[in-house]
Every structure is written in C-alpha cells, then in structure tokens.
C-alpha cells in the first residue's frame, strides 16, 4: 500500500471497533481491514456480528490544511447519500447508517471499483457498465439545489458563472498559498472565465452532481454496475461538469459513441457546450494540480503527473482564448 495522504488518519482494527460501537451502538466488529484508492478520507470496511458489511469513511484531523473546497467534506457526503435515498431511492449508492462531520458509515456496495478491475489479469467489457454510469447519473441530475456551487454555507452563488468564477478563485487561492505553479497566471484563468460567464449563465437550474465518476468510483461485479461511491463533492451546477471525470483525460466530444452518452441520453453537444466541457476540464486538471502538494505529492516523485496535466491545461487554455459561441443549453435533465 502506498505511502497515505497527509490528510488520511493512521488507524488500527482498534480505533474501527470503536468508531462502530460508537456509530452503531450494539454491534460489533469481526474483522475489519483498511481500503485503499482514495487520496483524502480514510477509508476502512468491517464486517459486522450480524453479517453486515460497512465502510467507515473518516475525516481528516482539525489541524490538517485542507483545500478550501474539501471543508466539511465528510458529512457533506453524508447529505448526498440521503438526498439521494430520500428523492432518488432507485440510484445505486451506499444507504447511510451513520453520519456526523468527523465519520461517515455506510453499507458496503457489493463489487470491485472498475480501476482496479481494469488493471487486473482478467478485465471486463467496460462498455456496458460506462453506459449503467450515464443512465445513473442522469437520474443524480434530475434533482436540483436552491443555488449553484456547494451546499451548507460553503461557496455558492445565485448564478451559475459566479459560483464557477468563486471556484476557480478557491483554486487560484489554493495555488498561491501552496506554491503551486500553474501553467497561466491567474489572472489569465480569472479572464477567461469571465469572457465566457454568458455561456455558463446559459445553465438556469443548478443540477445535484456527483463530480468524482473516475473509474475508481465504479464498483463493478460480473460485468455489471453494481453502483457508484464517494460524493463527497457533490455539488449543484452544469450536469456537463459530470462529463469530465466520466472520461478521464480524455475529450468525451471526441467519442460520440463513448457508452457513457449513450447511457446518459438526450446529450446534445453544440459549440456552446464543448466550450463548458472545456472549461470544467481546466476546472478539473487546474484542481489535480492544485492538490498535489496537500497530498505530498512532489514534482521530482511523479514529474509525470505535473507534466501531463500542465500539457491538458494548456491545451485548455488554448480552446479557451477563441471566439466564444453563442450560448446554449447543450444537455439539461429534468427541464
């Protein structure tokens, strides 16, 4: 197992048996073991006396730096999983047993994450569980929030353009105070958003989204979609932002018949909308670089990292500095 993130807690089968007595009062632990993947939570599964099996998601300590996006991260997927449960019980995610700011337990989802599925010695047809992914989160953005951005006091704004702009501005922030090198100035970041706020405003309802649908987040068992995990950073915005990690480092435009879309329906991807794919991939990549630092991850221990997602940014920027289109909706569930 790799060396944990500065924001992941080190834990023993102990402090497991104790966060569920106190979670789940008159259970107990059988056997528990450490899950690995993520880069922020700590994450444990445990099987339980009466055959339960859970996953305890644990929060960083009080004195870790943080991203300003990842405040209150913790309990932030708990308020999803439940939105979901309440509003959307048909959607495959975890049902919440408990939920508080420094610890969330769930029910453990059957399956292995498609990641590591993929990296084995016998991968599966990806197809048909990319394309179950489209049709669930088309169901996630059905449901919709009171204002663009993140929930709970956290940064929003009453417009889509303006909760971006404060999102890219978090980042920019985040950079500064980290050392972080990007490959544009800020202020060229900040411009380019702010040329293209008509575009973004042209997205009126502020979709429930998942934002994390990387292939680590897929649970996968013979050959099928068994359900998807941490949304831990949902927020309410452009059902499009949900586009990018669905087709990581890659341009999904490119791939008209990626099963993703296909699964997803009713996509129209006009010019205004392959320039708001554009501008959540730079969002994306802008943020992967932002975090390195935060997670101890150096240039000179994975130069491979910085140097891809600085050739994706700039290529980003690039697409970005061209005429803006006229705006259009693209893809809107639910209206």
Do not use: C
Request: aromatic share 6%.
């Amino acid at each position: 197992m790799s060396e944990p993130s500065p924001t992941q807690r080190l834990l023993d089968a102990t402090d497991i048996e104790r966060s569920v007595a106190t979670a789940l009062p008159g259970r107990r632990v059988v056997a528990s073991a450490p899950l690995s993947g993520g880069g922020f939570a700590t994450v444990w599964s445990a099987r339980l006396d009466d055959g339960a099996e859970v996953v305890l998601k644990v929060a960083p300590r009080d004195d870790v730096r943080l991203l300003r996006y990842e405040r209150d991260l913790i309990a932030a997927e708990g308020r999803y999983l439940r939105r979901l449960a309440a509003e959307a019980p048909e959607v495959r995610v975890p049902r919440v047993l408990h939920a508080s700011p420094d610890l969330l337990v769930t029910e453990r989802l059957p399956g292995r994450n498609l990641f590591e599925v993929q990296s084995g010695p016998a991968p599966v047809d990806d197809a048909p569980v990319r394309a179950a992914f489209g049709a669930e989160l088309a169901r996630v953005h059905r449901l919709t929030g009171d204002r663009f951005g993140y929930d709970a006091g956290r940064t929003s704004a009453p417009t889509w353009s303006a909760a971006f702009l404060a999102m890219i501005d978090d980042l920019l922030d985040d950079a500064a105070e980290w050392q972080v090198e990007t490959p544009a100035p800020a202020e060229r970041i900040r411009d380019l958003i702010i040329r293209h706020a008509g575009l973004l405003d042209s997205v009126r309802r502020p979709a429930l989204l998942h934002f994390d649908g990387w292939d680590g987040n897929l649970l996968v068992a013979d050959g099928r979609l068994t359900g998807f995990v941490d949304g831990e950073r949902f927020l309410y915005g452009d059902p499009l932002l949900d586009f990018t990690s669905a087709a990581l480092f890659r341009r999904i435009e490119d791939e008209p018949g990626h099963p993703f879309l296909q699964g997803y329906g009713g996509v129209r991807l006009d010019a205004p909308a392959l320039r708001r794919l554009s501008l959540y991939r730079l969002h994306l990549y802008l943020l992967m670089t932002v975090e390195m630092p935060s997670r101890r991850i150096t240039r000179e221990a994975q130069p491979g990292r910085y140097e891809r997602l600085a050739e994706l940014l700039d290529e980003e920027l690039t697409e970005l500095a061209r005429p803006v289109p006229v705006a259009g909706t693209g893809v809107d569930p639910g209206s």
